[in-house]
């Protein structure tokens, strides 16, 4: 089961992704496991030296008691910090974001997500990718 961000990769040339563990409570789990999030309006930054998630909506789990979470929280996101220095010194440079693409369960179980930094695309970049993908479809239709 994999929630994927298919709207970031139309809005961003991703350069570089890496694997975050996310920092949960247990009902956001059960929701992520029913497959109830959303990435819209979804971005991360920098607070203190870590890496947070905003206005990521995880649905509030329907069988939760009083003690549910709030669905568009800010949520920690776990790298190492030989990665969180690269990510922040990327962050300094004009044109970048740290988008999230994915979100996925390891094998461990742990919810996991997949960022990618991204820069910008200009609408003339964005024509040109809906070209190229035509053109590849196309082609996928002939070569059948």
């Known amino acids: 089961m994999a929630i994927s ?6 809005e961003y040339f ?7 563990g996310l920092v949960l409570t247990g009902t ?16 991360c930054l920098f607070h203190k030296g870590e890496l947070y998630i905003k206005s990521l909506h995880i649905s509030e789990y329907k ?12 949520r ?5 910090k030989k990665e969180l220095k690269k990510l922040e010194a990327k962050m300094k440079e004009k044109g970048y974001t740290i988008v999230p693409l994915k979100i996925f369960f390891a094998e461990s179980g742990y919810a996991k ?3 990618g930094l ?7 970049d964005k024509r040109e990718t809906l070209k190229q993908k035509d053109v590849d479809r196309e ?4 070569i059948k």
């Open 5 to 10: 961000n298919k709207q970031a990769y139309h």
């Open 14 to 20: 991703i350069e570089q992704t890496y694997t975050a």
């Open 28 to 43: 956001e789990v059960k929701s992520l496991r029913a497959g109830k999030a959303s990435f819209n309006d979804a971005y």
């Open 63 to 74: 069988l939760g008691t009083i003690y549910n979470h709030l669905p568009t929280q800010e």
């Open 76 to 80: 920690k996101l776990l790298l190492t």
């Open 113 to 115: 997500i997949e960022i």
């Open 118 to 124: 991204g820069k910008g695309k200009k609408l003339h």
């Open 139 to 142: 082609m996928k239709r002939y």
